[in-house]
């Protein structure tokens, strides 16, 4: 049960921090007025 655990809060962090950097990226594309930036530049 711990096993279990451990894995769905390493997945929800994964996609919290997934879900983040494409926040901080969505916000910095509005800031630079672009719609071309990609987010491996």
């Known amino acids: 049960m711990v096993v279990f655990w451990l894995g769905y809060a390493k997945v ?6 997934i879900g983040v ?4 990226w ?3 594309r509005k800031i630079k007025g672009q719609d ?5 530049d």
């Not at 950097?21 to 901080?24: C, E, G, M, S, T």
């Open 12 to 17: 929800s962090f994964c996609i919290m921090c």
């Open 21 to 24: 950097i494409f926040y901080f």
């Open 26 to 28: 969505f916000v910095c």
């Open 36 to 40: 071309t930036v990609h987010p491996l």
